[in-house]
């Protein structure tokens, strides 16, 4: 069974950098393209960060352009996302997930999801 887990989430303040991490297992990821999505409270899922199945293109929300990094190690079947300058907008439950091929920011094209970490950014 295929399987994606999210960890590295906490509470932090404005200003200071996080590093998520995302382990799949079941199978190998490495021909799927790997994303992270967030939730805030009462909002709709949010594209935050993509990267394709070998690595040589990574996409970003305008909100994070600059700040964050995605980055993947097909040989430990992890992506990371590497979170600088974190304001409180960055507030939401993080998740990672993963699709077949192509790297899109549509969430209904991703196969499978991790159960999510949550990120607070106070003061």
């Known amino acids: 069974q295929a399987q994606l887990v999210e960890s590295g989430g906490g509470l932090v303040r404005p200003g200071d950098s996080l590093r998520l991490s995302c382990a799949a297992s079941g199978r190998a990821f490495s021909n799927y393209a790997m994303a992270w999505f967030r939730q805030a409270p009462e909002k709709e899922r949010e594209f935050v960060a993509g990267i394709s199945w070998t690595g040589g293109s990574t996409y970003y929300a305008d909100s994070v352009k600059g700040r964050f990094a995605i980055s993947r190690d097909n040989a430990k079947n992890t992506v990371y996302l590497q979170m600088n300058s974190l304001k409180a907008e960055d507030t939401a439950v993080y998740y990672c997930?993963?699709?077949?091929?192509?790297?899109?920011?549509?969430?209904?094209?991703?196969?499978?999801w991790g159960q999510g970490t949550q990120v607070t950014v106070s003061s």
């Open positions: 997930a993963a699709k077949y091929a192509g790297l899109t920011t549509y969430s209904g094209d991703y196969d499978y």
